[in-house]
């Protein structure tokens, strides 16, 4: 499963998880939607696709592609190589309308994210080992920690980026 970041304001336009199945049916074959709006579709060697528009406005899909003696025998018949092609050129232009943003982009958006996990990662070991070390914080400000990294715990499990100002918050207060 993957999640991608959507531009802002581009979901309401295309029209939520229904415009989201028109955009499948014009990429992929046997487009179908169930009574939430996500849609299942398969082209080429994307044997399973799956996806919709999550409530916090992100692209959330999952992808299932030959792998091994079938993607052997359908690359080897005629054709096989140029609709494996056409199978990733669709897919693309899937994200690219799915998602506001250019392949390019979605990697830059991608890294984006990964930095803020990891610094979130970061505070919250730091913190533990400030509390750990030092003997001079008050209980108040061990609580208060103690919340602030439940909360950015709580925010990485779900697959949240926190915020940077709750790690400076974080860091600041230790």
Do not use: C
């Not at 993607?71 to 990733?88: H, V």
């Not at 979605?106 to 533990?128: P, T, V």
Request: charged share 30%.
């Amino acid at each position: 499963m993957e999640r991608f970041e959507v531009k802002r304001g581009l979901v309401k336009s295309i029209g939520g998880n229904a415009g989201l199945a028109k955009l499948a049916a014009e990429n992929f074959n046997d487009v179908v939607v169930n009574a939430e709006g996500v849609f299942s579709a398969s082209f080429g060697i994307l044997t399973s696709v799956t996806g919709e528009y999550t409530e916090d406005g992100k692209l959330q899909v999952d992808v299932e592609q030959m792998k091994g003696d079938d993607l052997n025998s359908f690359l080897s018949q005629d054709g096989g190589r140029e609709d494996a092609m056409a199978s990733r050129t669709k897919w693309s232009n899937f994200l690219d309308g799915a998602t506001g943003y250019s392949a390019k982009q979605r990697g830059d958006k991608a890294k984006e994210q990964a930095k803020k996990f990891s610094k979130a990662r970061s505070a919250i070991k730091m913190a533990h080992k400030s509390m750990e070390m030092s003997s001079s914080f008050s209980q108040e400000t061990i609580d208060q920690a103690h919340a602030m990294i439940a909360e950015l715990e709580k925010m990485i499990e779900a697959g949240t980026a926190p915020s940077e100002g709750k790690v400076k918050k974080l860091n600041d207060l230790l």
